[in-house]
């Protein structure tokens, strides 16, 4: 073949590298089986494993303007649960005056194909949603709250203690049907209207939500002004009222901090972390709130942390350029961007 051209070694080097990352190729071995959230590495401290939860099909989809098909919807889900995710958002059983994008709810939850091992949790705000939620064939649901009461107001149309009485109810309901509860905190590290938020408030609305039975409480940085030192301070803040094990963060990246917030939760031990694919996404109740952090990069950086996931990125990027390509739209994840451009995915 004689001499190959420095530039191309370092091509090719480049290539297996990320091919390494991406799991690309008939050789990559398949993740390992996923052991619990938060057990830890021995040799970094870091948790061995951190959950994905994909909320693509619900966060990401609920703030496009124009009404994306069912069926686009349906089969973005089908991808995803082909890719190791454990737990994929499905949709919001709230009223369509409130959000349109989400009218479709019970027609997606009865098309999607469901994949053992997953779990396709809905948002439930009410008795009322979380009735029509079991009705369609949901086995999880979320409930929503905020630390902010102006946000609370705006996002689902009652003050934070209403909405836990609300809640209460679901809660009630859903483990009298064995379905587990996963709560929210909208606005953990900042307000769009109120502007700082103390950890206190956050720490008092997660603790209500754990008693009454939800299983996990995801923190939300909702417009994504958060830095790695708020989180620190907030999450201090919460675990002194939740056990570790029942916490996770749901980060949007605004200002570019998402995956520095992220790794500061890992480092503090979190061990189960909210994206979406292609960093799709936004709140409509939180003007100027750009997407979620992408799943994509999320995974990219805990592969590098040597942090199993049990998902695969490149089936992931490939449900990622599905999706943008039925919105018109580029993928907001960088590996993603990066890959493509480099023809690393094809």
């Not at 590298?17 to 690309?24: A, G, P, R, V, Y």
């Not at 502007?195 to 909702?222: Q, W």
């Not at 790695?228 to 029942?246: C, D, Q």
């Amino acid at each position: 073949m004689g001499t190959v051209p420095s530039a191309l070694k370092h091509c090719l080097s480049y290539q297996h590298l990320l091919k390494e990352q991406l799991w690309i190729g008939e050789s990559a071995p398949p993740p390992p089986a996923a052991p619990h959230p938060g057990q830890e590495s021995q040799a970094s401290g870091l948790p061995a494993y951190v959950k994905i939860v994909e909320v693509g099909p619900r966060d990401g989809l609920q703030n496009e303007k124009v009404i994306v098909p069912t069926d686009i919807k349906i089969e973005l889900i089908n991808r995803l649960s082909k890719t190791g995710l454990p737990a994929i958002e499905v949709t919001s059983f709230v009223s369509s005056r409130w959000v349109p994008q989400m009218a479709d709810h019970k027609e997606v939850m009865r098309g999607i194909e469901r994949h053992p091992g997953v779990q396709y949790p809905v948002l439930t705000p009410n008795l009322q949603g979380f009735h029509a939620a079991i009705a369609a064939g949901a086995t999880e649901v979320s409930v929503f709250g905020a630390a902010s009461e102006t946000f609370s107001k705006m996002n689902i149309n009652c003050s934070i203690e209403e909405s836990i009485e609300k809640f209460e109810d679901v809660a009630k309901s859903a483990r009298n049907m064995n379905i587990p509860v996963r709560g929210y905190v909208s606005c953990a590290l900042g307000c769009p209207y109120e502007g700082n938020i103390i950890p206190a408030k956050v720490a008092e609305v997660s603790k209500r939500l754990y008693s009454m039975g939800c299983y996990e409480i995801s923190l939300g940085d909702t417009i994504g002004v958060g830095t790695p030192g708020s989180m620190k301070r907030m999450l201090e803040a919460v675990m002194k009222e939740i056990p570790l094990r029942a916490l996770a963060v749901h980060c949007h990246d605004t200002y570019g901090q998402a995956l520095a917030n992220i790794l500061t939760a890992i480092q503090m031990g979190v061990a189960v972390v909210d994206s979406s694919v292609a960093g799709l996404g936004g709140c409509p109740y939180a003007k100027g709130a750009t997407g979620n952090v992408a799943t994509e990069d999320v995974i990219y950086m805990l592969n590098g942390l040597g942090i199993n996931t049990g998902v695969n990125l490149y089936t992931v990027m490939e449900a990622g350029n599905f999706i943008c390509t039925a919105l018109n739209k580029k993928t907001n994840s960088k590996v993603a961007q990066a890959s493509f451009n480099t023809g690393t995915v094809n």
